[in-house]
């Protein structure tokens, strides 16, 4: 009996359990799950799509920079950044004029890239004269720092970069624009031989800029030979220069420089933050002191009291004065000669010439410097000094004392600059003698010279021969200048200049009147 429930409990469970799985499956097949849709997975071969953004149209490239333009970039970057950092070493107004070159020759890059892409301009246009105005404008700049700062110790250095400055010009000469810049390298040279005078035992610095601005002129001479033999080379299918030049300013038609390479690891780390506000400086003001008593306000207060001020003056009895008693004269202690008084003291910053005995002897100098002798620091130690010249060159003689100059030949100027005892002898000159600063100085003529000018020149003789009868002398601040001619007896015949002028003004004639005065009797 037993037996039978327990077989019954067991086939009991076992039905349980099958109508449990079958309703189980019903379930899955047919009753949707809650809040959900059927959902078909894609074939395992489909990848998944992805949105892809239409390709953007790429930038027309960059026409190739022309060579001309690449080689005045070498030039700019070695020649011109030279002579503006050893511009920068001087400083001050240097420095300022040499910012005012290199933008200068900045525009005419522009001008020179702008233009290899353009139709040619005529030059007598408005569009050209609107092309080339940054560069006139950079030229007038460099002018007009030499001509505001007259009075500074740097003159000659801001004269010698404007005297040939204008070497930018030659963007406007259509043939052989070589022989502008020579020219202008001509005018620089005046003033550039004189700042390496003054400074070649000083301050050898000065020597090199020189040299450096020099070497402008050379290099930017043998580029235009090469390029621009006949002027600015134009593109005959070019676009108009006003375009090409707002393409260039919008940086489309220039070469861009490639962006730098990407850090490898990723993207770069962001930005420091930017700075805080800069501290404030508390300054605790204080309240100005109250002047001493005694100054200069007080002696004024005491004077606007008018007559009250010599109140407190002691009256002086006519026995205490000296000017009525002889016996108080006799006994006072003013000495009887004349009271000798310090000299005032100098100047602060001025330091008395030494005396010439104990200035230092530069040595001797004759030398050809381009188209210039230069003649220095001669004396009658040295002995003679004979050169040839020719027309032209011009001879600068300064420092020399007690010396005999012979010049042969036929040759452009003199010039005589603080001598003394010096005497010259020409045969001809094309152009003057001019004698600054110099004392018993003497001329002697062989054949011609149209010229002799004089300025503040003590005791000088000039020998003129028959040829030379008609030259013209020109005199200031001049003393006791005599000129000797020969007459028709072939006897020498001695004219003293005049050296008193009489200037009054006559009512009739309203105008002032200056006649030599003459010495009779």
């Not at 805080?276 to 004024?300: C, D, H, R, T, W």
């Not at 005995?357 to 004396?379: D, F, V």
Request: glycine residues 6%.
């Amino acid at each position: 009996m037993a037996t039978n429930n327990m077989h019954n409990l067991v086939t009991l469970i076992k039905r349980l359990e099958a109508a449990t799985l079958r309703l189980e499956d019903m379930a899955s097949s047919t009753i949707p799950l809650s809040g959900s849709q059927t959902v078909i997975e894609p074939a395992p071969s489909a990848p998944p799509s992805t949105a892809v953004s239409p390709p953007t149209p790429a930038a027309p490239p960059a026409p190739p920079v022309p060579e001309s333009v690449e080689r005045f970039d070498e030039f700019m970057s070695q020649t011109i950044q030279k002579y503006v950092k050893t511009s920068n070493l001087i400083g001050g107004l240097v420095a300022e004029q040499a910012a005012s070159v290199l933008k200068g020759f900045v525009e005419t890059r522009k001008f020179i890239y702008a233009a290899s892409q353009s139709k040619k301009l005529d030059m007598t246009s408005v569009d050209f004269q609107e092309a080339i105005k940054p560069i006139s404008d950079a030229i007038q700049a460099v002018q007009e720092i030499k001509d505001k700062n007259r009075g500074s110790p740097f003159f000659n250095h801001l004269s010698m970069v404007a005297d040939g400055i204008m070497l930018l010009a030659w963007i406007t000469v259509q043939a052989k624009p070589d022989k502008l810049i020579d020219e202008s390298l001509s005018s620089a040279e005046y003033m550039g031989n004189r700042v390496m005078q003054a400074n070649k035992n000083t301050d050898p610095q000065h020597t090199e800029w020189v040299k450096t601005f020099y070497q402008i002129f050379k290099d930017l001479s043998d580029y235009t030979k090469e390029f621009f033999n006949n002027g600015i080379v134009w593109d005959p299918n070019g676009k108009p220069y006003k375009e090409v030049v707002q393409n260039l300013g919008s940086g489309s038609a220039s070469p861009a420089p490639p962006a730098p390479p990407a850090p490898a690891g990723g993207a770069p780390p962001p930005p420091p933050p930017p700075p805080g506000p800069p501290p404030v400086l508390k300054i605790n003001e204080q309240k100005a002191e109250p002047a001493p008593a005694g100054g200069f306000s007080s002696v004024m207060s005491e004077l606007s009291k008018g007559e009250a001020v010599t109140k407190g003056l002691k009256k002086v009895d006519k026995s205490q004065m000296t000017h009525k008693n002889p016996s108080l004269r006799a006994g006072s202690t003013v000495p009887d000669g004349p009271v000798t008084r310090n000299k005032s003291p100098a100047p602060p910053g001025t330091r008395p010439p030494k005396p010439e005995s104990m200035r230092a002897k530069k040595p001797a100098k004759k030398a050809l410097e381009g188209n210039k002798w230069i003649i220095e620091n001669y004396t009658a130690a040295d002995g003679n000094v004979e050169i040839e010249g020719s027309i032209s060159q011009s001879v600068l003689i300064s420092r020399c004392n007690g010396v005999v100059i012979v010049i042969k030949g036929k040759a452009n100027a003199v010039n005589i600059d603080n001598s003394d005892k010096v005497s010259l002898i020409v045969d001809t000159l094309v152009s003057t003698v001019d004698v600054v600063r110099s004392k018993n100085f003497q001329l002697q003529v062989n054949e011609t010279i149209p010229t002799v000018l004089l300025d503040q020149v003590e005791q000088a003789t000039i020998w003129l021969s028959k040829e030379s009868i008609a030259t013209r002398v020109f005199q200031s601040k001049t003393d006791n200048v005599n000129i000797m001619i020969v007459d028709e007896n072939d006897d020498s015949k001695e004219l003293p200049l005049p050296s008193q002028i009489c200037s009054y003004y006559d009512a009739e004639k309203k105008e002032l009147i200056s006649e030599i005065v003459s010495h009779c009797g």
